[in-house]
């Protein structure tokens, strides 16, 4: 299967700008992704960054990437318009890329959930990953997407899976977010936010994260 990852490359994660300074949040991005294509890969998917603007050299984000700055919507239906009519029925899987949690487990139950059209919703509404089979669905990432999605399934006589994984919902954008990288993960992010000086902090039976 192929794996279209979406990737925003200026001034990502705004919502975090109350704990983290701009080239923390850059470094965090990049480490993400790297977690989620290797989470990818080791799932037996084939990824493809499709990116904002080239990437500058990483040896942790060492795959094919796409430039398109159009906004997501837009860029991901272009790729799924090329993809889909290559694909032989297997399906495009596309993931997020700020999944920190994501394993090669959770991805390897959402790529072999059979449906033309398969969602792991977020929180809230959205939709963090999905796989895509049926050659006239598009995307929709504009508001709730995950009721979009379902109504847009429908509408070309798709029919439609939900794969409920608690690491495939949790996308990190904001500060609360932090706590579950520290608490579930082991990868680039959770190292990368410890070099940070970021840890778990306990108050009045609350987690949070605080800097060193």
Do not use: C
């Not at 925003?8 to 470094?27: S, Y």
């Not at 860029?75 to 920190?100: K, P």
């Not at 796989?131 to 109504?151: E, I, K, Q």
């Amino acid at each position: 299967m192929h794996a279209v990852i979406p990737f925003a490359i200026e001034n990502p994660k705004t919502r975090l700008a109350g704990v983290l300074e701009p080239l923390e949040r850059e470094r965090l991005a990049r480490a993400m992704l790297a977690d989620v294509l290797e989470a990818t890969e080791r799932a037996g998917a084939t990824p493809t960054v499709l990116t904002t603007r080239p990437l500058e050299a990483d040896e942790a984000v060492d795959v094919p990437t796409v430039v398109d700055d159009r906004p997501l919507t837009a860029a991901v239906n272009g790729a799924l318009e090329q993809r889909v009519s290559e694909n032989t029925g297997e399906g495009v899987a596309v993931v997020m890329a700020d999944l920190a949690l994501a394993t090669p487990d959770a991805l390897e139950t959402l790529f072999s959930t059979d449906g033309d059209v398969v969602i792991a919703p977020g929180r809230g509404g959205g939709t963090n990953a999905l796989v895509v089979r049926h050659p006239n669905f598009r995307v929709d990432y504009h508001g709730a997407s995950y009721l979009d999605h379902r109504n847009r399934s429908r509408a070309v006589g798709a029919t439609l899976e939900t794969v409920d994984s608690f690491r495939l919902s949790t996308d990190i954008d904001e500060p609360t977010d932090l706590v579950e990288v520290l608490l579930h993960t082991d990868g680039r992010a959770r190292r990368t936010l410890e070099e940070f000086g970021l840890e778990l902090s306990i108050s009045e039976g609350r987690v949070g994260v605080e800097r060193r």
